[in-house]
């Protein structure tokens, strides 16, 4: 028998015993959770005894367009775009700021991270714009990244 490895005849019995301690691991999350519904129950009918349970309807979760996930917290984005634009010499483009964003925050530079992240700062700068903090101030080398500044 090699050390390390598991015999041939024991590895149902190890396969087993890791599903059923992941099983307890997850009953126990399920009766944690069951137990927080029932005292938010209690605590609505105590407040709010007229309520009917049943009325109230589903919290939608909302995802984002591109198909990610919030990278930010709510006006982050808008700090984070505001306090590179403020510290930058000259006009960056969403490509520049996304690159120092994820540096400054050690984030893992993946092609679909970059590509989320950029479409979240179009999406700010747009707003951004419309309220007047920052300008569209022409196009890059490239000709097609927009560059952006402080109005």
């Not at 598991?6 to 301690?21: A, D, E, F, W, Y």
Request: charged share 30%.
């Amino acid at each position: 028998m090699h050390h390390g490895r598991i015999p041939h005849r024991l590895r149902p019995r190890c396969q087993t015993l890791r599903v059923g301690r992941n099983h307890t691991v997850h009953q126990t999350e399920i009766e944690r959770v069951v137990a927080d519904l029932k005292h938010l129950v209690a605590t609505l009918k105590l407040f709010a005894p007229e309520l009917d349970l049943r009325s109230l309807g589903n919290k939608r979760v909302r995802k984002s367009s591109m198909g990610g996930f919030k990278h930010f917290k709510n006006k982050e984005s808008h700090t984070l775009v505001l306090d590179q634009l403020r510290v930058a010499a000259e006009p960056l483009t969403t490509v520049m700021m996304c690159t120092a964003i994820m540096a400054d925050r050690g984030m893992e530079d993946t092609k679909d991270l970059r590509i989320s992240i950029q479409h979240t700062l179009i999406g700010t700068l747009r707003r951004l714009e419309k309220r007047g903090l920052v300008k569209d101030v022409g196009r890059a080398e490239n000709g097609l990244s927009a560059l952006w500044q402080i109005a």
